[in-house]
């Protein structure tokens, strides 16, 4: 990987290589930098969460009021889904700079496929596509 980055093309997310949690054999299913968790993946049952009291006890004289977290589900994301998801985002520090590497190397030849690339370059990074003349 090169160490010519331009000021405005220094990344501004964690510095990669990103990985799966021990190598893709967890089912944490955490994406890691070198220095912490980077992401985590959702898979099973999905929703919002909301805080929510019930009774518990066996008796009305040993009855307490407990909180616990209620779901509202709305879907269920697949564990293959969820493991595709996990690997593709690690891998996005890598495909970022190798997408910026290719379209540096091409300049602008203002072609659709240039500007899918720069479109996705702007996806990731946050910023405005500058489409100049080369
Ligand atoms: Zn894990």
Redesign the pocket.
Known sequence: MSNDRTPETTPDHTPGPWRT??KGE?????VMSDNHPVAEVTHGDWGDNYPALRLVGDSTFDQKIEAYMEQITYGSIGEKTARANWHLIAAAPDLLASLQEIVAEWGCPNTPKWHRAASAIAKATCAHVEVSGP
């Open positions: 949690c021990r967890c089912s944490c299913f955490t």
